[in-house]
Antibody, heavy 122, light 108 residues
Framework: VQLVESGGGLVQPGGSLRLSCAVS????????MSWVRQAPGKGLEWVSG????????YHADSVKGRFTISRDNSKNTLYLQMNSLRAEDTALYYC????????????????WGQGTLVTVSS | SYELTQPPSVSVSPGQTASITCSGN?????YVWWHQQKPGQSPVVVI????KRPSGIPERFSGSNSGNTATLTISGTQAMDEADYYC???????????FGGGTKLTVL
């Protein structure tokens, strides 16, 4: 199982960024995925999740209306579109694989990528 | 929103048993995952579904979950176990994944 994030960088407040997570080593469409972030020196914060088919998406209250999670199962790639970025969105963003098709109590994160750093600053 | 509470830090002597707790309302009704994160590295799951160990995780790692508290236990703690540990659960009411604030385990 490999998860490789990309797309991070420096962006001004109010700007946009799209993160990608290219996966290999498993049947991508059979597993839910999530984005989880970690601000410098802080703990893990779940951001968004998506079912294996892409038909169900979920977002933390802190990003709802600004971030959109999506996936392209033909390209084995997960995305996070981030708009109206704020300084408090500065973090290392990880993509994580779940243990089943849906996000549920029995199928939480079992593999993590290396992360991509997003810095929101003027 | 559902909250998971962990102690900020736990200290243990080498060879002794470390216990890290994770508290939440009726947490025993949910499955709990535990993730280990060493400095500069990505998290790694060490316990899933309360008490199951992924392949490659040493037997000294074990988990339990009952009532309002889940516990990660590390028996015969080694220096290599020094890390941050996070509990994780699913809040079915909001359909959100929830993490505890993390516990820094120091082996001294």
């Amino acid at each position: 199982v490999q998860l490789v994030e990309s797309g991070g960088g420096l962006v001004q407040p109010g700007g946009s960024l799209r993160l990608s997570c290219a996966v290999s080593g498993f049947t991508f469409s059979s597993y839910a995925m999530s984005w989880v972030r970690q601000a410098p020196g802080k703990g893990l914060e779940w951001v968004s999740g998506i079912s294996g088919s892409g038909g169900s998406t979920y977002h933390a209250d802190s990003v709802k209306g600004r971030f959109t999670i999506s996936r392209d199962n033909s390209k084995n790639t997960l995305y996070l579109q981030m708009n109206s970025l704020r300084a408090e969105d500065t973090a290392l963003y990880y993509c994580a694989k779940h243990g089943g098709l849906q996000l549920s109590t029995a199928t939480l994160c079992d593999y993590w990528g290396q992360g991509t750093l997003v810095t929101v600053s003027s | 929103s559902y909250e998971l509470t962990q102690p900020p830090s736990v200290s243990v002597s080498p060879g002794q048993t470390a216990s890290i707790t994770c508290s939440g309302n009726n947490l025993g009704e949910k499955y709990v995952w535990w993730h280990q994160q060493k400095p500069g590295q990505s998290p790694v799951v060490v316990i899933y579904q309360d008490k199951k160990r992924p392949s490659g995780i040493p037997e000294r790692f074990s988990g339990s979950n009952s009532g309002n508290t889940a516990t990660l236990t590390i028996s015969g703690t080694q220096a290599m176990d020094e890390a941050d540990y996070y509990c994780q659960a699913w809040d079915s009411r909001t359909s959100h994944v929830v993490f505890g604030g993390g516990t820094k385990l120091t082996v001294l």
